[in-house]
Each structure stands twice: as C-alpha cells, then as structure tokens.
Nanobody
Framework: QVQLVESGGGLVQAGGSLRLSCAAS????????MGWYRQAPGNQRELVAS???????NYADSVKGRFTISRDDARNRVYLQMNSLKPEDTAVYYC?????????WGQGTQVTVSS
C-alpha cells in the first residue's frame, strides 16, 4: 500500500508564494509520474503540473511561468513552488503518483489566495 501525504498549503495574499510538498511512503515501488491536481468548489479536478521519472514536466497554461514542479526520487517526494499567486489559484491541491498499475492520491491541502 502506498500513501501520499501533502503539506504546505495555507492562506496567502495575492502575489505571494507557497511551496507544497508531497511524500510517498509504503512498500517498495517505483514512481513513474508525480504531479499536482487542484479542485475548486463547483469545478472539476484539473491538472496543475506533472513530472516524469525522466524529468519531463507538463504545466497547465494558467500556471506556466509562475509554478515550478520538482521531484526528489531518493526521498520519494514531489514539490510545487507557487509564485505570483492569484485568487483564482484558490483550491484544494492534490498530490498524485503513478505507481504501476494504479494512480494514487493524497488527501489534499487547501490553498487560499486572498485579493
């Protein structure tokens, strides 16, 4: 069984920064892709950013140039550095890890950006 635990959410003013962290734990595994999704009230869950084991990154257009995803395979962690935050970034952010043959999710961490 694999567990993902997020940390780093909170309340920040527009223009501020936050750094989310996610740690994967459990039995021996190899994480193929790690990433972050978010879900705002009334909206579907959407991809924010992902990074493959080879280091290829993918970002939602709305966060390009503001957010940076990184991973530490030695520690089974993924990070999301969020800069220039906007009120529309307010959502619950979920960590994701693809560990064959399934996808795992964290419990979510709230990010609130005030105007």
């Amino acid at each position: 069984q694999v567990q993902l635990v997020e940390s780093g959410g909170g309340l920040v003013q527009a223009g501020g920064s936050l750094r989310l962290s996610c740690a994967a734990s459990g039995n021996r595994f190899i994480i193929i892709t790690m990433g972050w999704y978010r879900q705002a009230p009334g909206n579907q869950r959407e991809l924010v950013a992902s990074v493959t084991r080879g280091g290829r990154t993918n970002y939602a257009d709305s966060v390009k140039g503001r957010f940076t995803i990184s991973r530490d395979d030695a520690r089974n962690r993924v990070y999301l550095q969020m800069n220039s935050l906007k009120p529309e970034d307010t959502a619950v952010y979920y960590c994701m890890a693809d560990i064959a043959p399934q996808r795992y999710w964290g419990q979510g961490t709230q990010v609130t950006v005030s105007s």
